[in-house]
């Protein structure tokens, strides 16, 4: 299955948050999304969403300004 | 599912912005939310426009006085005669932060439930006709049921 792709650079809180949000509505189970965010609290938020919604953090990076998190819909 | 409920009392930008924030990260958390909007916070819900009603002199006093939808609302601090709101709506908007009008919109279709408070609206003047369409018109027990099922439950 191809991973999918969601730019949230340059949106504010809780942009990125309501992006993955919706794209995860429309995923099926074991599909992955990977999500770019240069909100710096995107970090904290996404493993904060993860945990609330059961869905599971497979990474997390930062470099430079940009953060990078993949996403596997539970 | 859980559940947030908020009391949105304050009519001021700054807050406003804030509850609905919260509103939409809560929503894309998947929660169910309802807000429950009193006082100066009504003003939030009001139409840009003018609506024709029904009124009597000193409800038609409220209404002139009082800011009219998310557009109008003032900063609670630093507002210095409009020019501290006209500055925060150019900052947000250059660093690409959502509008209060964009917030509202996307709580509404996360389906975030908007009630506004109908004894505020009685005092204060507010019709129906005045407020944004897909709210609900309620009072304190509505708002009460609501928040006995949340488990987070705010006051701004």
């Not at chain 2, 929503?27 to 939030?44: H, K, P, R, Y």
């Not at chain 2, 408070?117 to 509505?142: F, H, N, P, Q, R």
């Amino acid at each position: 299955m191809e991973e999918r792709y969601i730019n949230a650079k340059g949106l504010q809180c809780p942009g990125p948050i309501m992006k993955l949000f919706q794209e995860i509505k429309t995923m099926a189970t074991g599909e992955k999304v990977k999500i770019e965010a240069s909100d710096f609290g995107f970090s904290k938020d996404v493993e904060a969403w993860c945990k609330k919604t059961g869905n599971k953090l497979l990474s997390l990076e930062q470099s430079d300004n940009v953060i990078t998190a993949i996403v596997e819909k539970a | 599912m859980s559940k947030k409920t908020m009391i949105v009392f304050s009519g001021d930008l700054d807050k406003a912005m804030a509850a609905f924030i919260i509103a939409n990260g809560a929503a894309s958390m998947g929660d169910e939310v309802t807000m429950f909007f009193t006082f100066w916070g009504l003003n939030i819900l009001r139409k840009a426009q003018k609506v024709r009603v029904q009124k009597s002199m000193i409800e038609k006093m409220f209404g002139w006085m009082m800011p009219r939808g998310p557009e109008k609302l003032k900063l609670s601090k630093m507002n210095m005669g409009g020019i501290g709101s006209y500055m925060m709506r150019s900052i947000m908007k250059q660093k690409n932060v959502y509008s209060l009008n964009e917030l509202m919109e996307s709580a509404q279709a996360m389906g975030v439930k908007l009630i506004a408070c109908t004894m505020s609206m009685d005092i204060m003047g507010i019709k129906k006709e005045e407020l944004i369409d897909g709210i609900d018109y309620a009072g304190v027990a509505t708002y009460l049921a609501h928040a006995d099922e949340g488990n987070v439950n705010l006051f701004i």
